[in-house]
């Protein structure tokens, strides 16, 4: 034992891959709120699910004429270009299978607050446009939420199906929601979507009224109640993960950037499926990966970012992002090939900054390092605070990679030593189970001692000096 009252630290820096195995926390997708319980949540009435039909049903597939309503000047200018929102547009209605865009148009507008949105030139305009193609069977005006009115006005004047912003996004969220989580959520914002539509068509003041605000009412207890259990069980999932002292990585982004493309790259997880569709994640997952000193760390995916869209359809996944706030490092993954990433980084940095404040974490963005995406697409970046990569391509993985061990050795105050102690003893043991022993070679000079390699919490480390160093000093 006398040996360790010479017990040596030294910064380490060899890199050996460790094991570690695929345990619980790797892939958690859904938790163990009763299935029964969800499905009997997810159940609607059948007065519900009419109301919900009537304005929910868009078709199973449209030929669409995307027009991009924007304001040329004045405060209400965007940052972004109209050209890019088409873009963004056209996205989203190639996210629905069969769907497909005829045409796209942008409008100047004086004002977005013009019951018909568009004066009589524009309308009759479009109307010749659409006239002119039959095979466009329904008009997608990229814009948040569209007023009952102008609905109605612009429905009599192109004679076709009118949809905004929220009711694709509401068809894709649908469609891509598989877990009980994501059901859920979407469940809700469903649910507030055709409550206000209702509201609109005054349905709650109609003779049946008080029935209909009752069943919209419990079943918005039912809904928020079912995510609140399964937010309960996502924080004990936490607090457990946070036990097993593991730095936990949130991966945040706008959606389409390349979030779990990036996670797949940087863990070799197959099981992960990078899509080109928007909103591909609905459901927070967990995968684990090695850092360049053997640190091993679990990457979050979440839910990506969309900007324009209602407060209420974010809100419903809000809880989903808590992981973001709860995490140690925040990869905010950007793709540089899109001309408005500074737009969209905007939104998202902002979305994170109000979700922060909510939940009184003032500090989030300090922890937040700012991956640059897809630079095998992009033109001359000049962003310095960038770190580069590409997740298709495996370009600038290990600077990341490094980047990211700084980060989360400074926020978790952990450190990476080499320590002398003897082959086999109650020291490696206890190190083991409260650090992460990366390697363990003999001692050159003793052949009772080896040199462990370990990753190592101040306060763990503080624990190491007072049970053996602190010991044998005594002694
Ligand atoms: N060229 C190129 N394509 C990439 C790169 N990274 C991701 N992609 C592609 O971008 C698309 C979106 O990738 P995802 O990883 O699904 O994006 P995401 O951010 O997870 O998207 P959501 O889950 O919808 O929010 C996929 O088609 C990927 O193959 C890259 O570095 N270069
Ligand atoms: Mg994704």
Not at 243 to 270: H, M, R
Not at 301 to 330: K, M, R, W
Not at 417 to 433: A, C, F
């Amino acid at each position: 034992m006398s040996v360790l009252k010479n017990a040596t630290f030294i910064r380490g820096s060899c890199i050996r891959t460790i094991k570690f195995s695929t345990s619980v926390f790797c892939k958690s997708k859904d938790f163990e709120v009763s299935d029964h319980y969800i499905d009997e949540v997810l159940t609607s009435e059948s007065v519900y699910n009419d109301v919900a039909y009537n304005y929910l049903t868009v078709g199973d597939s449209h030929n669409c004429l995307i027009i991009q309503p924007y304001v040329k000047w004045g405060p209400r200018k965007l940052s972004i270009s109209p050209q890019e929102q088409l873009e963004e547009a056209v996205s989203l209605i190639k996210t629905l299978p069969s769907w497909t865009v005829q045409d796209t148009i942008s409008v100047p507008l004086e004002t977005l607050t013009k019951k018909s949105l568009f004066k009589s030139g524009s309308m009759e305009k479009l109307s010749r446009i659409i006239q002119k193609n039959p095979s466009i069977s329904a008009v997608f005006i990229n814009a948040s939420s569209l007023k009952k009115v102008t609905n109605i006005i612009l429905q009599e004047n192109f004679r076709l199906p009118i949809l905004d912003r929220y009711k694709i996004v509401m068809q894709i969220l649908k469609l891509h929601a598989t877990s009980k989580h994501a059901k859920l959520q979407v469940a809700l914002a469903e649910l507030y979507f055709v409550q206000r539509k209702a509201q609109l068509d005054n349905l709650f003041t109609s003779s049946d009224s008080e029935t209909m605000k009752l069943m919209f009412q419990s079943r918005e207890q039912k809904l928020k109640k079912a995510i609140q259990e399964l937010r309960n069980q996502r924080m004990l999932l936490r607090s457990k993960r946070k036990k097993l002292d593991y730095p936990l990585v949130a991966v945040v982004g706008y959606t389409n950037a390349g979030k779990t493309c990036l996670i797949k790259a940087l863990t070799g997880d197959e099981t992960l499926q990078p899509k080109n569709q928007l909103f591909a994640t609905l459901d927070v997952t967990v995968h684990s990966g090695i850092l360049p000193s053997g640190m091993e760390v679990l990457y979050v995916d979440t839910v990506g970012f969309l900007s324009d869209i209602p407060t209420n359809l974010i809100e419903c996944f809000v809880a989903t992002l808590e992981d973001a706030v709860f995490a140690d490092v925040i990869l905010h993954v950007e793709d540089l090939s899109s001309s408005c990433f500074k737009y969209k980084r905007n939104h998202v940095l902002t979305t994170l900054n109000e979700l922060s404040s909510q939940s009184g974490h003032c500090n989030i963005m300090d922890k937040v390092i700012s991956v640059g995406n897809k630079i095998d697409l992009a033109e001359i970046v000049e962003e310095s605070d960038l770190v580069t990569v590409s997740a298709k391509n495996g370009i600038g993985l290990n600077n990341l990679r490094s980047h990211l061990e700084k980060a989360i050795l400074k926020f978790t105050a952990r450190q990476i030593l080499t320590v002398k102690i003897p082959n086999g003893g109650d020291e490696i043991r206890w190190l083991y189970k409260n650090s992460t022993v990366v390697s363990e070679i003999p001692s050159e000079d003793n052949q009772q001692l080896i040199k462990a390699k370990i990753i190592i919490t101040d306060s763990n480390l503080r624990k190491f000096r007072h049970n053996f160093i602190g010991n044998v000093r005594k002694s």
